[in-house]
């Protein structure tokens, strides 16, 4: 049974950083495109990162949005995708999901029809 489980929200200041994990268990994570994704209250989800391996290549996108402040990352033997936030706003707040769909599929995208597979998120808020 293939779950993606986030861990690592919390409530933090403006500028502060957070590292959110995203960990896959029932699959092979190696051969699978991850991505975050975001939701704010009543707004629709929002692409933020991916990463995949695709053709024998590492691929990375980040939205423009977050590009310089947001880094994502993945430990395969781990079975775990990181998206390290940094210097924060309070408009970064919001449910963090991340989800994933295998790399034979193309390249990762920052698009939610693209993924297969979806964790319960995590809460980041960013407040003073």
């Known amino acids: 049974q293939v779950q993606l489980v986030e861990s690592g929200g919390d409530s933090v200041q403006p500028g502060e950083s957070l590292r959110l994990s995203c960990t896959g268990s029932?699959?092979?994570?190696?051969?699978?495109?991850v991505g975050w994704f975001r939701q704010a209250p009543g707004t629709g989800r929002e692409g933020v990162s991916c990463v995949g391996n695709t053709f024998g290549l590492l691929r990375t996108d980040v939205a423009d949005s977050v590009k310089g402040r947001f880094t994502i990352s993945r430990d395969n033997a781990k079975k775990t995708v990181y998206l390290q936030m940094d210097s924060l706003q309070p408009e970064d707040s919001g449910i963090y999901f991340c989800a994933a769909v295998r790399s034979d599929s193309g390249w990762c995208r920052l698009s939610e029809s693209k993924y297969t597979y979806w964790g319960r998120g995590t809460q980041v808020t960013v407040s003073s």
């Open positions: 029932g699959f092979g994570l190696a051969n699978y495109n």
